[in-house]
């Protein structure tokens, strides 16, 4: 240690208006830290709202090795095994539920599945307005995740979580209806 302090051992960053800078990117100064870090010894990783697809191309090529959390630490990303883990699912209960709520204020539902691929599957309603379709249609073309009918969510899904856009009025009825499930955020 000098000067007393204790010897860094991990940095843990956040993406979006942390390790990313405005243009969604790694800067070069912010490159060249990541390198200097891991000369150091000093190991790094990542927690981020953002879904693994939505980050991996521009963490590829930084030496990301340690597990990294995603969606707000619902899913646990191994590079080594190049496996996912998750612990906080929702339940069926739970899903019914916010489904139920979504579908009541007129809204889609886009949920959010867990796969054996490691991947990931998005399932929906049938879309209310434009602007759901042009989000459907960027899920499948920019996070090339898989998109589904909500009809074809096998029951042995694993959910890691529900979207919806829409009115604030819409979405605050929502989350007034599904305030009374303790395990959801």
Known sequence: PRHGYPRMELVVFDLDGTLLN????????????????NRRGIAYTVATGRTL??????????????????????????????HFSSRATLTPGELDHVVRACLAQKLTPFIYTLDEDAGST?????TVTDIEYELIRSIGVEEA???????????D??????NAIGDGDAIQSV???????????
């Open 22 to 37: 405005r243009e969604s990117a790694i800067s070069d100064y912010t490159s060249e830290t990541l390198r200097l870090l």
């Open 53 to 82: 697809h939505g980050a991996r191309a521009v963490l590829d090529g930084h030496q990301f090795r340690l597990p990294q959390a995603y969606k707000n630490g619902v899913m646990i990303w191994h590079p080594e095994t190049k």
């Open 122 to 126: 998005v399932y929906h309603s049938p």
């Open 145 to 155: 995740l898989k998109v589904r009918a909500l009809n074809d969510l096998p029951a």
């Open 157 to 162: 899904a694993t959910i890691t979580h529900v």
């Open 175 to 185: 989350l007034h209806s599904v305030n009374d499930e303790p395990h959801l955020v």
